[in-house]
Structure formats: C-alpha cells, structure tokens
C-alpha cells in the first residue's frame, strides 16, 4: 500500500486543544485519562484497505514533534501560557504503538473500529482531532470514493489515490458561501477539521474564504491553516475540560465553577474567552457563571439543544446581570442559511452572535459524512460524562449521568432537529 502521512504538524489541529492541553499540563499533570470513539452513522464502516490505510496512519502519528518555527509561531499568538510551557511542549511525543488501540469487527467485509486513546491526559488529549480527520478521510478515500458537488465530479480515488481531482469546485463553493455569509454581516471561523473529507479539500475550502475581499470570517480553529493563510487561530476550550474536572473531582455539580477558576488561572482573565455552557446542562453552568468572570468571558458557545431557545434564554440572562455586549458563538451543525437566520433571531432579541461552520464547509459533497467523535470517558478515578442541553448528545457511563441527572435536577430535552445521526 502506498503511504505518505497526512499529518505531518502537530498544528494541523484545532487550537482549543493546544489551550486546554496548557490547562491540562499546569493544573493536573500525570493523570491518566480515556478517550473512545463514537460513529453516529454506524452504517458508514470501512473496508479493509480504508482500515489498514487508517493504521497506517495512525502509527505515524508517533513521528510528530513540535518544530521551533511551530513554537516561535505560538509563542507569538499564545505568549501568555509563559516560556516554560513551551519548552515543555518541546518535549511532547505521541507513542501511538503504546496509547492507542483500534479493535476491528468484521461483517461482510466491512470493518467497525472500537478506537481508544489511553495515557497521560495532558499528552493523550492530542490524539482525538487527529484520529477523527483521520478515520473521516480513510471513508472517503476506500470507500466513497467518488466526490460530487451539486453532480459535477471533484475527485475519483482508486485503491486510496486520486485518480482525478478537481478541487477548484471545493475552492469555489467556499468562496460562494463566504461571500453569502459576508453579505449578511455573520462573522464565522471555520471549524471543520475534525469531520473534513480530506486534507486538501480543506485546504481548498481555506483558499476560498481567504479569496473574499472584505470577509467577515474571523479566523479558523485549524492552527496550521490559520499560520498557513495569515489568519487568527480561534478557540478555546471543548467539552473535554469540564467532563475531566468532574471525572478527577467527582464533584459534577461544581466542575464548570472549577473549571473555569483553572482555565482563567491559566491563561488569565483577558484570554478567558467564550464560555461552553452545555456540558452538564446550560441551566447548571449558569448558575456557577457568576463575577468576575461573566464580566471577564466575552461571550458563550452554543453546541446543543434548540438555539433560538438558546438565545432568547442567554439574552435575558445577560440583560439581568447588566450586559449589552456579550455574544453568542453558535457551533452546532450550522451552514449558510442557519447562519443568516440566527442572526436575524439575535439581531431581534438584541444580542450579538458570530457562527463556528465546520463539516458544511469541509464536508460538504452530494454524499453525507460521517457523524463521529472522540471523547473522554475516563479521567483520573473517575468516570467522564457529558449531559448536554440535547439528549441524544448524552455521552459517558450511564449510570453516572442518571446519578448527575438526578443531583443537578436535570431536565430531559428532546428536540426536532436533534437525531445526531443526521447532524454534522
């Protein structure tokens, strides 16, 4: 089998995890942790060339290393985490022989791959983007392996290599939806590493927004794409933060209060950035979000659950405590026209709003993508849990989530759009 790595940069990421891995490292060194993947479209499985392909590249994620133009490139954006996290990332290394295993089921030819990263939290936490991009492109390449947009062919791979590419189509398409996205004055970032159908597409998606003249795009979570096109790398944390805290401390009822005290601690108060509300219920985080950090966040994130609901409660919220100049950043399966209609709901309800667009910029093909992910369920002694403010996001042991549930007098909320089978 021909192989060239795909992931060649520890950049090649999105930036939250080079933040909470800081986070990570100061705060709870050494811990142990697990992380395991979800397929939501369990239909969409790998045949083996795609399974011994994703192995392959896997394994090669051991060669990884942290050049000295990375870190002269960090130390410019993230300065704040200080000089000694940055000759301590000078020694990180994956060991993927070690901390990573991949237990293949077969039916009928077809491959469905239990995937596990163990090891030290602060390291481990590398694994997940990589491995999801990963296993998105190894589907792509052995197994749909032919690309359209609107039925005009973008590529043909056979046995893993493209044997016709046109990825200007890619290129056009991102430029058409940045302009319609510009135009309707909605600032986004691109947040599409994780599910992308591959490398270079986008990098052709990149390409695209960048071409706009007056863009209103604000940056990309991708750390090697935002060096690489002169862009703000943006981002965070991720739900990982908080569902660790909880783990380690077993205190879940708390864990968003300590989590945001470490976080800030961390990177300081002018870097705290926006708020994840949603891993343990919105209701819960707002009632531990209290001074000074509502004033020192500039806004929140919304990834689950109804966002008009979202909005209208985060509006009032935010009114009560005095603040007219907070936004919302909504992240959950967006694409242009959801976009231009949260703006108008937020633009109503008098609230300001920016948009995270992921896979319907990377991922965006006549054929659907997977809906995979990679989370944490282990974490020191504990178990990792994310309720959410959307049931069918619930993830963790499940009889931890009843117990929290029941603690935090969670209530269950179903939602119309909310079949994560369907949702990217």
Request: charged share 25%.
């Amino acid at each position: 089998m021909k192989f060239e790595p795909v992931i060649t940069s520890f950049l090649d990421t999105d930036l939250y995890k080079l933040t909470m891995q800081a986070a990570i490292h100061r705060n709870h060194p050494g811990v142990s942790c697990k992380f395991l993947l979800t397929n939501r479209t369990p239909d969409k499985k790998l045949n083996r060339e795609g399974y011994e392909w994703l192995c392959l590249q896997i394994a090669s994620l051991g060669e990884l290393k942290f050049t000295e133009e990375e870190i002269e490139y960090l130390k410019g954006k993230l300065g704040y985490l200080g000089s000694d996290h940055f000759q301590w990332l000078r020694t990180v290394k994956l060991r993927p022989d070690t901390e990573v295993t991949i237990v293949p089921e077969v039916t009928d030819g077809m491959y469905d791959l239990t995937i596990t990263a163990y090891g030290d939290w602060e390291t481990v936490t590398l694994y997940e983007i990589p491995i999801l991009s990963l296993l998105s492109e190894a589907y792509f390449r052995y197994v749909d392996t032919k690309w359209t947009i609107n039925g005009e062919l973008v590529a043909e791979y056979v046995n893993g290599i493209a044997k016709t590419e046109n990825l200007n189509i890619v290129y056009a398409q991102a430029a058409h939806k940045t302009k319609s996205l510009s135009e309707s004055n909605c600032k986004f970032s691109e947040f599409g590493t994780r599910r992308r159908r591959s490398f270079q597409v986008q990098d052709a998606v990149m390409r695209g927004i960048v071409s706009v003249p007056n863009s209103t795009c604000v940056g990309t979570s991708n750390v090697l794409f935002a060096m690489r096109y002169g862009l703000e790398p943006v981002g965070t944390i991720g739900h990982e933060w908080m569902m660790g805290i909880g783990a380690i401390t077993g205190d879940y009822t708390h864990a968003n209060k300590k989590a945001m005290e470490e976080y800030v601690n961390t990177v300081g108060h002018q870097h705290a950035g926006l708020a994840l509300t949603d891993t343990y219920g919105t209701p819960n985080y707002l009632k531990q979000f209290d001074e000074p950090y509502v004033g020192w966040y500039v806004g929140v994130r919304q990834d689950s659950g109804n966002p008009e609901e979202y909005a209208s409660t985060i509006a009032d919220w935010y009114r009560e405590k005095g603040y007219n100049d907070k936004v919302i950043c909504f992240s959950d399966s967006l694409n242009v026209e959801k976009c231009k209609h949260l703006k108008k709901v937020c633009n109503e309800i008098g609230i300001g709003c920016i948009f995270g667009i992921g896979t319907n910029l990377t991922n965006d093909f006549d054929t659907k993508p997977l809906n995979i992910v990679m989370k944490l369920v282990e974490c020191g002694e504990g178990h990792a849990i994310k309720i959410s403010d959307n049931i069918a996001k619930n993830m963790g042991d499940e009889r931890t989530v009843f117990r929290v549930k029941k603690e935090l007098g969670y209530i269950e909320k179903e939602w119309d759009e909310g079949d994560e089978s369907n949702r990217w």
